[in-house]
């Protein structure tokens, strides 16, 4: 196993021969239970040894390890809207995957996030995987996609309107804090449908509306057929629920979700099983 040795990170909270921190969520309140995961190699005989101690009532964690080379990393445990969600910390100094020399101490803090850049996520800025926030791909199609008769979409709204899908949060973040509607924006090049992704948008629950505007500013509003992983369509309506799903990986996260919408309202439309 190869390390990076570098000076411990965690200045006058270090403790010789110790790995210690502190947790907190995004309101700098103590989470109590997050697990710290400690990896390295032993100096004295090469031994790697792995330690996963939690965090108690406080927010921090101190554990004696012997002496040797040690990557830290923490993941938090939390319920919301029944749905059990495993979140990656955020280390407060930015810097993950380093490691450290535990003779003099490493003292190692990190944040719960539910939204914002991943330390390096700002190599790849395009990238879901490189922000803690959800991933949703955004649709919307014509009726004429739908196998109904009339090209709406092509012919009432021609290439170069604006579509934009607001989120409006139904109640608390995922980590109890008040989020505020988000609107993401696309112009619209294509005659038959459009397609784009808003990344990084703060885990919760979500109402979820659409519209298009043309460039002399008049508008209408999109009908929303479906809202999930699952991409299962129902009925158009002028609103739906996202809530994002975990993971079923390891490592935590959420899935990819897609919204999609159909253009033709307020022409009539027959309920799509």
Known sequence: MMFLLTACPGGGGARPG??????????????????????????ADGEEVSFFPKTGADGTYALAVPEGIYQVSATYDLTYEAKRYRFTLHPTDNV????????????RDFVLKVSGLRPGGERNPSAGFSYYGG?????????????????????????????????????PLADGSTGAPVTSSYEVISKF?????????????????????????????????????????????????????????????????????????????????
């Not at 109590?32 to 190699?41: C, H, L, M, P, V």
């Not at 993950?96 to 003292?107: L, Q, R």
């Not at 709204?157 to 139904?170: D, I, K």
């Open 18 to 43: 110790q790995v210690t921190g502190l947790v907190t969520d995004g309101a700098g309140k103590p989470l109590a239970g997050a697990e710290i995961s400690i990896y390295g190699d032993t100096l």
């Open 96 to 107: 993950a995957g380093e490691s450290y020399p535990s003779g003099e101490g490493i003292d």
């Open 135 to 171: 991933e949703v791909e955004l649709k919307i199609s014509d009726v004429y996609d739908e196998s109904f008769q009339t090209n709406h979409f092509a012919t009432e709204f021609p290439q170069g309107f604006t579509a934009e899908v607001t989120f409006t949060p139904e109640g």
């Open 193 to 273: 449908r459009a397609a784009w992704t808003k990344i990084d948008l703060p885990i919760g629950k979500y109402r979820v509306t659409g519209r298009i505007t043309r460039p002399d500013g008049t508008s209408r509003d999109l009908q929303v057929i479906a809202a999930s992983h699952l991409l299962i369509n129902h009925a158009p309506q002028a609103s739906d629920t996202l809530l994002f799903e975990p993971s079923t990986g390891v490592t935590g996260g959420t899935r990819e979700m897609e919204v999609r919408f159909i253009y033709g309202a307020p022409y009539p439309l027959p309920t799509i099983p």
